[in-house]
T-cell receptor, first 114, second 112 residues
């Protein structure tokens, strides 16, 4: 079954460490997103990539950097994690085409920063 | 401020009843409105969506009502069932980057 895959499912680390999350979609979509769902359950967009190019970069700290090798992959690196980075990170993809908003989400990566 | 608001964090409905979930938005540029369903520890999945040129859309037990002048849209679930128990997220979208802005969600609990 084609879908949006994320690894790892969970990650626990200490303040100051670097972490990297992977996302791959097999839906043939051109646009991919990273969202952060914080403790208040609000799902907020962080980045959007279209065909390996960054098209949306919300106000996120510089320690967050997305990395895209091709349109099917969009990874997220956090250079030096802080306690407020504890959250669920969700990857999503969108089919190419005008006025198509539907997004398909991965299962999420839950990050806990000690 | 929050651009998309779901004022009720939770809602409990008896089985067979109608569930009404509400969403308010601020952005005049939104022309796409959607409801996503999320089970615990699962990712959100799209339930139903409408464009701004319609004020109502039905799909089985689901109906979305859009009130653009009031910047409000709602999801009605008729004949609610225990398996409808989940978090429902509303989202608005608009503009050239097709970005979605989500509400915080409403936990719907359908009791037998």
């Amino acid at each position: 079954e084609t879908a949006v895959f994320q690894t790892p499912n969970y990650h626990v680390t200490q303040v100051g460490n670097e972490v990297s999350f992977n996302c791959k979609q097999t839906l043939g979509h051109d646009t991919m997103y990273w969202y952060k769902q914080d403790s208040k359950k609000l799902l907020k967009i962080m980045f959007s990539y279209n065909n390996k190019q960054l098209i949306v970069n919300e106000t996120v700290p510089r320690r967050f950097s997305p990395q895209s090798s091709d349109k099917a992959h969009l990874n997220l690196r956090i250079k030096s994690v802080e306690p407020e980075d504890s959250a669920v990170y969700l990857c999503a993809s969108r089919k190419r085409g005008a006025a198509i908003y539907e997004q398909y989400f991965g299962p999420g990566t839950r990050l806990t920063v000690l | 401020g929050q651009q998309v608001k779901q004022s009720s964090p939770s809602l409990t409905v008896q089985e067979g009843g109608i569930s009404i979930l509400n969403c308010d938005y601020e952005n005049d540029m939104f022309d796409y409105f959607a409801w996503y369903k999320k089970y615990p520890d699962n990712s959100p999945t799209l339930l139903i969506s409408v464009r701004s040129n319609v004020d109502k859309r039905e799909d089985g037990r689901l109906t979305v009502f859009l009130n653009k002048s009031g910047k409000h849209f709602s999801l009605h679930i008729t004949a609610s069932q225990p398996e409808d128990t989940a978090v429902y997220l509303c989202a608005g979208g608009g503009g050239s980057n097709y970005k979605l802005t989500f509400g915080k969600g409403t936990l719907l609990t359908v009791t037998p």
